[in-house]
Each structure stands twice: as C-alpha cells, then as structure tokens.
C-alpha cells in the first residue's frame, strides 16, 4: 500500500471559506477490549505551518516513532488535547456516545485553557458524525473518510490520542498484571486472551464485550 503524507490542503481550505479555526479530531481504543475510549483534538488556523516530518495516522507509525512525533506534534499545533471516557462508563452508555463524550472532554479541556472556538470548524475522521449529538451542535463538523491519512490536523490529534491513551496502558500494567499491555494496549490479540483466559477479567476490561465471541478480531495495529 502506498504511504500517503497528510498535508495541510484540506485545512487550509476550510480556512479559505470563512472557518477561524480547524479541530482536527480523531479517536483511539474504539475496538480495544480494555480501557478507555479517547479523543484527541489538534487546532490549527491560517498561520500553521507544515506539519512536522514524519507526521502519519498513528496507526501508520511504530510505537518508538509515535513517542518521538508527539511532542514535535504538540509544539506544533496552536493547540491540542486529549478527552477520556472509562471502560466502566463504556459499558454504561454505549461506545458511540462514549466517543462524543470524550471528544466533549477534550473540547471542555480546550475551552478551560482560555481558548475561544468561535468560529471553528471540527473536522472529523470518517463518515459517521457522532459528535453534532453530543455538543449539541455548538460547533459545526465536517467530514472525510480516511481523514487520518490525508489531514495533518487529524493525523496529529490521532498521534495526541494514541501516545496518551498507550502510556495509561502501559501505567496499569502493573497494576493488573497477565494481559501483556505493554504490548497489546488492551486491544484484541493472542496474549490478552490468554491472560483473561488464565485468570480473568480485570476492573479495566470492557466486561460485556467479552461475552460476545467472534465481535472482535485480533487487531494488527497493536503496536
């Protein structure tokens, strides 16, 4: 497959036809068995400068690779943040609302930072807008498949998300130990199936989406 670079082309379009600011949004751990959904966010307006070298839809890139763009990433964008929804409120409220609580998270974080988002304009990874429901349609969104891919914007909050959302994983492997989450970050894979296997389900796991075998298959973008 053909390595696409994300650029800033779309962007600067919608800036072009009248948005102040673009929030590229993209989320992480959507299929993951254990932890938390995340939503990150990265800002750019019409001043953004190219986006750092390297810079890919985080599941693109090598975990070491990941850790060395992201503090490139976060200098680089005006501004960017990272929204967490529980396992446990997961469970209570579905994953699609679970989204659009996080991503409202992220964007409460960004507001509480003095940021005024008058004007922007949520550019959204895929076709699906889950997230006009849960703000309440404070802010317009937009959409494109395989954002992640081709906008810089999204790229760099999918890699914001990834990093922060890994980190907590790789912390509460010790915690609960036998899941290998160093490795896997709680998505599907042979190893965490047979660490729940081995000694069952822990307080961070998705609980009912382990009863529903064949839901999930393992995920090649675990690393």
Known sequence: MTSTVPTLRHERQLLRDGARLVIGMDEVGRGAIAGPVGVGLAIVDIDTRTAP???????????????????????????????????????????????GLAAKRALDAIREQGVDLTGAIVLLDGSHDWLSPAIDRALPVTMKVKADRFCAAVAAASVLAKV?????????????????????????????????????????????WLRQPGLFQLDEHIA
Do not use: C, F
């Open 164 to 208: 922060h959302r890994d980190r907590l994983m790789i912390e509460a492997d010790p915690v609960h130990p036998g899941y290998n989450w160093t490795s896997n970050k709680g998505y599907a894979s042979a190893d965490h199936y047979a660490g729940i296997d081995a000694i069952g389900a822990s307080p961070l796991h998705r609980w009912s």
């Open 53 to 99: 070298e390297g810079l890919k839809d985080s599941k693109l890139l090598a975990e070491a690779k990941r850790e060395e763009l992201q503090p490139k990433v976060a200098n680089w964008v005006r501004h960017g943040a990272v929204g967490l929804v529980s396992n446990e409120r997961i469970e209570q409220i579905g994953i699609i609302a679970a989204l």
